[in-house]
């Protein structure tokens, strides 16, 4: 997928505001997040990076967890920085995963909830594993190839072009943790469906949280009373028993470890 990146950050930049009110389903995958890393590591770790931390959301759980931890906020939209909660042991910086402003080898975690599926996720993961220390560890969830496959199948009949994001599939991507040298690698998935009045409702929710399709070949031009009322009649056969209009996700979790030999040397990629 060729993604548009000043696109997809100027729509967060815009969403900043509006972003707690809509993203239910972030919200969600956050806690989930939180309460995986919180099986997972007993051990209060000294450093934290939440990368693409939007609003700050996930600030208070990861204090509330490891109250003496230190945390970097950072996510490369400024006025997403710009909300994070003030703390003392809380820096916002403003960076993009691409090529993340922090020192080399100084996480013992790197925690994201939902940002790596707008990235390039290989240059991302590269970049987390130099951003950690040896045996430092990764929690994050992105989505997973079947997310919004209603949307998908509702849009087949009306054009052919693409209108809901290309993910990776989780067993790709931890091929592709794997083959970058992380070890313990555990990517799995579960399916979260939001439910939403009318088709409407769920196109501007996908908006307003900057969610929607950013691919080059996307449609650029506002979807049509005459294309929501086909959209709407394409819906009918996901409808749920309260007529409601389902939109599901593939929420895919990925933890992976640092090799603690691992000192930062040249990458064998295989
Ligand atoms: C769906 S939001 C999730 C925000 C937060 N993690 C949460 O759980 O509420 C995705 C966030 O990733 C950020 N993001 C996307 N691409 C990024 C990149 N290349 N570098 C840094 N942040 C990025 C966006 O600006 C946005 O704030």
Known sequence: MS?????????????????????VLQRESLIRLIERLSDDLKTSPQQVLDLGCGTGWAVPELLKLYP?????????????????????NVTPRVTDAHAIDVHVQ???????????????ESTVLQEIKRALKPGGLMHLTTMGEHTL?????????????????EFVPAAKLADLTMNLGYEDVIADSEFITMTYAS???????????GAHNVDNNRSKGLTSPKVIKQLTKNFEEFRTEDGLYPATYELVYLRAKKPNDDKGLPLKIK
């Open 3 to 23: 993604l548009e990146h000043h696109l997809i950050q100027s729509s967060f930049d815009k969403a900043a505001k509006q972003y707690e009110k809509h993203a």
């Open 199 to 209: 088709v409407i409702d769920m196109m501007r929710d996908l908006k307003n949280i």
């Open 149 to 165: 496959h209603e949307l998908k199948l509702a849009w087949q009949d009306i054009d052919d072009r693409p209108h809901v994001n």
């Open 106 to 120: 100084s996480m013992d975690l790197v925690f994201s909830n939902l940002m790596i599926q707008w990235c390039d």
């Open 68 to 88: 003496d931890t230190q945390i970097i906020a950072a996510d490369f939209a400024q006025s997403m920085v710009n909300l994070v909660p003030k703390h003392p």
